[in-house]
């Protein structure tokens, strides 16, 4: 039997499945234009620092135990208690990430540009703790999959968005389809989540490396990066925990 704030949450879930599929308005078409123009202005070496961290922190991610938490996940509590949980958990690593935003920020364009292999890795770190404090395993690849279709709901496309909370919506069902291999890299479209991550922070980062002002900016596009991804996380482990009852 679900509590009254479980009910609570099932409304709140709902709300956010509203927002998350609405049509993109005028204002998010002008934002796509703007982004394109800005990929297309930025030099081909800072493209290939952005891609080559992407790509080299998603297979990290996936073969590796790098990011994996050395508490076990929590066992045992309510939706309640992990949901606050998670709260303070995501609380602290948006300091993390706006203080190492203003840092670079002060530092120019080099240091502005190896800020998104930085903040990428932070991102990272917090989805694998909010995925033990939630309960699930990040040894299993399978959760580590998981954690990367949120990532990618967090920062695609609108276009992109309606299969992925889809697939996340059924994840039991995709989950017990999954190979346990090394084959399961091959599920993922390498070009288009790299490009999809990149188009989603370059208005924001790019603003970072304007002299005078990159300080400011950086910490403000960090701390608001990850607070949009502690929003896709934290309601993806919800709607699951609360399908899983």
């Known amino acids: 039997m679900k509590s009254r704030y479980e009910d609570r949450v099932e409304i709140e879930l709902l709300r956010w499945e509203a927002e998350l599929l609405r049509r993109p308005g005028s204002l998010a078409s002008w934002s796509k234009s703007v982004q394109t123009r800005i990929h297309e202005a930025i030099p081909d070496k800072v493209n290939e620092v952005i891609t080559t961290a992407v790509k080299t922190t998603v297979k990290g991610v996936l073969g590796g135990i790098e990011f994996i938490p050395k508490a076990a996940p929590l066992r045992g509590l309510s939706l ?83 299969a992925l909370f889809r697939r996340l919506k059924q994840w039991e069902q995709v989950r017990a389809s999954l190979p346990q291999g090394p084959s399961y890299l091959e599920s993922i479209d390498w070009e288009q989540f790299q490009r999809e ?47 899983a009852h």
């Open 80 to 162: 309640q208690e992990r949901d606050e949980q998670a709260r303070v958990l995501l609380e602290r690593y948006k300091k993390i990430a706006a203080a190492e935003g203003a840092g670079a920020g002060m530092g120019g364009i080099l240091l502005g540009v190896v800020d998104f292999g930085a903040l990428l890795a932070i991102k990272m770190k917090f989805l694998f703790e909010l995925a033990h404090v939630y309960g699930y395993d990040t040894h299993d690849v399978r959760e580590r999959l998981f954690l990367l279709h949120v990532f990618q709901l967090a920062f695609s496309g609108a276009e992109g968005k309606g």
């Open 197 to 243: 991550y990149r188009d989603a922070i370059d208005l924001r980062k790019l603003l970072q490396l304007v002299p005078g002002i990159g300080a400011i900016v950086g910490a403000w596009a960090n701390y608001g990066l990850v607070e949009e991804l502690g929003e896709a996380g934290r309601n993806s482990y919800r709607m699951r925990l609360l399908q």
